[in-house]
């Protein structure tokens, strides 16, 4: 279980997340996050979004496919971005200024299963648990929704590393639903909770 820390007893962000990754040393690598609820509209969700969908389309070869509804302010329950929390040092004197790494959003499907949409991480850190921090926060914030029994997602089968991680994440895939029932390059993915 990855450990979690709400900060703020009567809401649900911010939070801190440790990760702890695996390197091609003997030693793990340790990292800690800081999640953090953003309006839709935030520049600084919409910059990482942007860059998101840059990465699509140069992998899709086409630009804004997206099958289903797009999400949007008006069908999106929570959005969150994730920062780095640094080692405070001399040569680190201020840690609100940590940069934005990775992101990602939940709507609502129906009465029992919410949607992950928008997961992203830069591509500078991917492998060092920015992604994790934010699945993990994402997975919190729906556990702790009443009547929402687990999550489904939907990855292009060009996403391999997507698909692996979410594996990974102990997600299984399931047949396309939705909006994605009749897209043949989707792949789509179920977390229950116990």
Known sequence: MIPIVQLDPDHPFPLLITTTTNTKSSTPNVETFRIE??????????????????????????????????????????????????????????????????CGALRKLDEEYMEIKRMYATPIVRGTGAAQSVLTALEHYARNTQGIKGIKLEAG????????????SGYEEIPRFGHYKDVPWSRCFEKKFE
Do not use: C
């Open 37 to 102: 609820e953003m309006d839709w509209s935030n520049p600084i969700g919409a910059a990482l979004r942007d860059a998101q969908q840059a990465e699509l389309d140069a992998r899709y070869g086409e630009t804004g496919k997206e099958p289903g509804i797009k999400p949007s302010a008006d069908n999106i329950t929570v959005f969150v971005v994730s920062y780095p929390v640094p080692i405070v040092d001399s040569a680190t004197p201020d840690p609100s200024e940590s940069i934005p790494i990775a």
């Open 157 to 168: 089968n060009l996403h391999v590393e997507a698909i692996r991680f979410y594996i990974r």
